[in-house]
C-alpha cells in the first residue's frame, strides 16, 4: 500500500517524509515507516511486553488460561497476533486484506465474553506501550505527529473491532491506561501460569532450554515493579537492571551511527515455524483449517 513503487529510503529521507504527513490524515503511513524502517526491533519489542501487561489483568489472563490457546500452542497465537498486526500496519486497516485481518480478528473474539473494557485497556497497550519503549530505547524521540500517529491509527483499528467508548484526546486515553493498571493489576494463579508460559515462548527465540533460568533475570530486568508484582515472578537485583538498561540504551547510541534500512522490514513476509507451508487470513486462530494459501512473501496491495 505504502510507497511500493518508490526507491527504497534511506532512515534520514524517512524522517523527512514523516516530517511532511499529517497525524490525522497520514497516520496509516506513519505508522508503516515506523514500524517497517525506522523502529522495526523496538516496536516489536515492545508490543511483546505488551502481551506481558494485559496478562497481568487476571480477568484476561483467566479467559487466556481457560482456552488452553496459549498455554497449549504458544507460539501460534504470537504468530496469528503478529500476522493480524503486522497486516494492518503494512497494508492498512481499510485495504482488502486489513479487512479480512480485522475480520477475522473480530470472529475469534466473539467467541469469548470480552468485556468492552478489557478490550479497550488492551488497545492502549498497543499505543502506549511502543512510545514509551521507545522514549526510554530508541535510537532517538519520536516527535509529536509520531506519537499522535499511533493513537489515531488504533483508535480507527479500535472503531473497526467494535470497541465502545474510545476516548478521542491522547492524554485522556493514556490516563485511561494508567488508571486501569493501578486497579486491575494483581496476582492472580492465572497470570503466573499465562506469564511462566510467554517467558518460554520469548526465551526459546533465543535461547536454548538449558538457558532458560539464564535469560529470565533478563527479562524480569525489563518488567517495571507492578508487573512483576501481578506476575508473582521475582523482583531482579538493580545490578541486573541497570545493566539490561545500559545494553538497550548503548545499542541505541550504536544505532545513531549504523547503516541506514533502505528496504522495509516486513512482518507479513517472514517465515513462522506455525505456518512452513504459508497461511491465509482466514485460517488463523483457534478454529478454522490450517492455512495453505501462501500468503507469506506476497506484495503490499
Known amino acids: 500500500m505504502f510507497h511500493t513503487d518508490k526507491p527504497a529510503m534511506s532512515r534520514k529521507h524517512?524522517?523527512?517524509?514523516?516530517?511532511?504527513?499529517?497525524?490525522v490524515h497520514d497516520h496509516q503511513e506513519i505508522l508503516y515507516l515506523l514500524n517497517c524502517h525506522v523502529f522495526p526491533w523496538d516496536i516489536e519489542r515492545a508490543l511483546e511486553f505488551a502481551l506481558f501487561r494485559t496478562y497481568a489483568v487476571p480477568s484476561i489472563s483467566e479467559k487466556l488460561a481457560a482456552t488452553g490457546e496459549l498455554t497449549k500452542r504458544p507460539r501460534k497465537r504470537y504468530d496469528d497476533t503478529e500476522i493480524i498486526m503486522y497486516t494492518l500496519t503494512e497494508h492498512g486497516y481499510d485495504s482488502e486484506r486489513g479487512r479480512r485481518a480485522l475480520r477475522r480478528m473480530n470472529q475469534m473474539h466473539n467467541r469469548f465474553p470480552i468485556q468492552n473494557h478489557e478490550l479497550l485497556y488492551v488497545l492502549t497497550t498497543f499505543i502506549y506501550e511502543p512510545i514509551r519503549w521507545i522514549e526510554r530505547f530508541g535510537y532517538r524521540s519520536l516527535t509529536e505527529q509520531e506519537r499522535l500517529s499511533f493513537f489515531y491509527f488504533y483508535c480507527e483499528?479500535?472503531?473497526?473491532?467494535?470497541?465502545?467508548?474510545?476516548?478521542?484526546?491522547?492524554?485522556?486515553?493514556?490516563?485511561?491506561?494508567i488508571d486501569y493498571e493501578r486497579e486491575h493489576f494483581r496476582y492472580a494463579d492465572s497470570n503466573r501460569k499465562v506469564g511462566e508460559v510467554t517467558c518460554d515462548l520469548f526465551l526459546g527465540?533465543?535461547?536454548?532450554k538449558f538457558l532458560y533460568p539464564l535469560g529470565r533475570p533478563v527479562l524480569y530486568a525489563a518488567m517495571d515493579d507492578p508487573l512483576l508484582n501481578a506476575f508473582g515472578f521475582p523482583k531482579p537485583s538493580a545490578l541486573m537492571r541497570g545493566l539490561v538498561r545500559r545494553l538497550l540504551r548503548l545499542r541505541a547510541h550504536l544505532l545513531?551511527?549504523?547503516?541506514?534500512?533502505?528496504?522495509?522490514?516486513?512482518?507479513?513476509?517472514r517465515q513462522r515455524p506455525t505456518y512452513p507451508e504459508g497461511y491465509e487470513l482466514e485460517g488463523i486462530g483457534t478454529f478454522g483449517g490450517a492455512g495453505v494459501e501462501r500468503e507469506v512473501g506476497e506484495k503490499r496491495t
Open 14 to 23: 524517512i524522517s523527512e517524509r514523516i516530517a511532511e504527513l499529517d497525524a
Open 256 to 269: 545513531r551511527f549504523a547503516p541506514e534500512r533502505k528496504e522495509p522490514l516486513l512482518g507479513t513476509e
Open 157 to 177: 483499528v479500535g472503531k473497526r473491532m467494535n470497541i465502545k467508548d474510545i476516548p478521542e484526546d491522547y492524554h485522556e486515553f493514556e490516563q485511561f491506561n
Open 205 to 208: 527465540m533465543y535461547l536454548p
